[in-house]
């Protein structure tokens, strides 16, 4: 967490940081980036910690310092992802969207965090385990603890919206483990090398006709108008982009 967010958080002083922690600061995310580029090229067993230290230019020796292990260094890289991920999802949930519209506001926020920080979205949704298992990995639990928790999030929404009547009797969990999977597919086919990919626009109309799927499946007669319409509090929220220039309109304190 940065000195402003510290301060933005807490309210407390904070003193500036000394010339040796701005130093560290700055070694530390050398190595975090050369280490994505690395993990995300050639893997996480093909990657050595030497060619990490040359590529960020520092000693084998500093990368030991600052983060142990090859498995330290992955799951910092895993942390710093999800700190970012989360303040993207955050601001989907806003108290003055209702439950429905924070359901989808949710979904554009987990696009415009992969528009973003697609290298981040790489390292959360397709760790490279390369040829071991994926439970001999220690940050496969923590990135399993947060799918889980993202899931969750969700399904009380949904849940949420059953017990007042907004959305239909659906199984909360499974229709957020459904919406979860679906999203991250999608937003992955942008990702692809062959006539299979996705561009930009076209994953921007693929999620958008998803989410009317969605809501026609979801939603309640109690909100929808005599001809079976959707009333417009089910719907996206006023004004949310789900275009691709809306990009880089980043939560805050949302570093790249």
């Given at each position: 967490?940065t000195l402003?967010?510290?301060?933005?958080v807490?309210?407390?002083?904070v003193?500036?940081?000394?010339?040796?922690e701005r130093?560290?600061?700055?070694?530390?995310?050398?190595?975090?980036?050369?280490?994505e580029r690395?993990?995300?090229?050639?893997?996480?067993?093909?990657?050595?910690?030497?060619?990490?230290a040359?590529d960020?230019d520092?000693?084998?020796?500093?990368?030991?310092?600052?983060?142990?292990s090859k498995d330290?260094l992955y799951l910092?890289?895993i942390e710093?992802a999800?700190?970012?991920?989360?303040?993207?999802m955050?601001e989907?949930?806003?108290?003055?969207?209702?439950?429905?519209?924070?359901?989808f506001?949710?979904?554009?926020a987990?696009?415009?965090?992969y528009y973003?920080?697609?290298g981040?979205?790489?390292?959360?949704?397709?760790?490279h385990?390369?040829?071991?298992?994926?439970?001999s990995?220690?940050?496969?639990?923590?990135?399993?603890?947060?799918?889980?928790?993202?899931?969750?999030?969700?399904?009380?929404?949904?849940?949420?919206?059953v017990k007042?009547g907004?959305?239909?009797?659906v199984?909360?969990?499974?229709a957020a483990?459904?919406?979860?999977?679906?999203w991250?597919?999608?937003?992955?086919?942008?990702?692809r090398?062959?006539r299979?990919?996705?561009?930009d626009?076209?994953?921007?109309?693929v999620?958008e006709?998803?989410r009317?799927?969605?809501?026609?499946?979801i939603a309640?007669?109690e909100?929808?108008?005599?001809?079976g319409?959707?009333r417009?509090e089910f719907?996206?929220?006023?004004?949310?982009?789900t275009?691709?220039?809306?990009?880089s309109?980043?939560?805050k304190?949302?570093?790249?």
């Amino acid at each position: 967490m940065t000195l402003e967010q510290r301060v933005a958080v807490s309210g407390e002083v904070v003193a500036e940081p000394t010339r040796s922690e701005r130093r560290k600061a700055r070694t530390e995310q050398a190595i975090l980036e050369a280490a994505e580029r690395k993990f995300l090229d050639r893997g996480f067993h093909g990657t050595t910690v030497e060619e990490i230290a040359a590529d960020a230019d520092v000693s084998v020796g500093s990368i030991y310092v600052h983060f142990q292990s090859k498995d330290g260094l992955y799951l910092a890289l895993i942390e710093r992802a999800l700190e970012i991920e989360e303040r993207y999802m955050d601001e989907a949930f806003k108290p003055t969207l209702s439950l429905s519209q924070q359901l989808f506001a949710a979904g554009w926020a987990y696009l415009r965090f992969y528009y973003d920080h697609p290298g981040h979205f790489r390292i959360l949704m397709f760790p490279h385990t390369d040829e071991q298992s994926e439970g001999s990995l220690p940050f496969a639990e923590r990135l399993a603890e947060r799918a889980e928790a993202q899931v969750r999030r969700v399904a009380q929404n949904i849940e949420l919206g059953v017990k007042t009547g907004a959305a239909r009797a659906v199984d909360p969990y499974r229709a957020a483990k459904f919406m979860w999977g679906a999203w991250s597919g999608v937003i992955a086919l942008n990702m692809r090398p062959d006539r299979l990919r996705l561009d930009d626009d076209e994953l921007r109309l693929v999620l958008e006709e998803g989410r009317r799927i969605l809501t026609e499946g979801i939603a309640s007669m109690e909100l929808r108008y005599p001809d079976g319409s959707i009333r417009p509090e089910f719907d996206a929220p006023p004004g949310m982009d789900t275009t691709t220039d809306g990009r880089s309109d980043e939560p805050k304190g949302a570093s790249r």
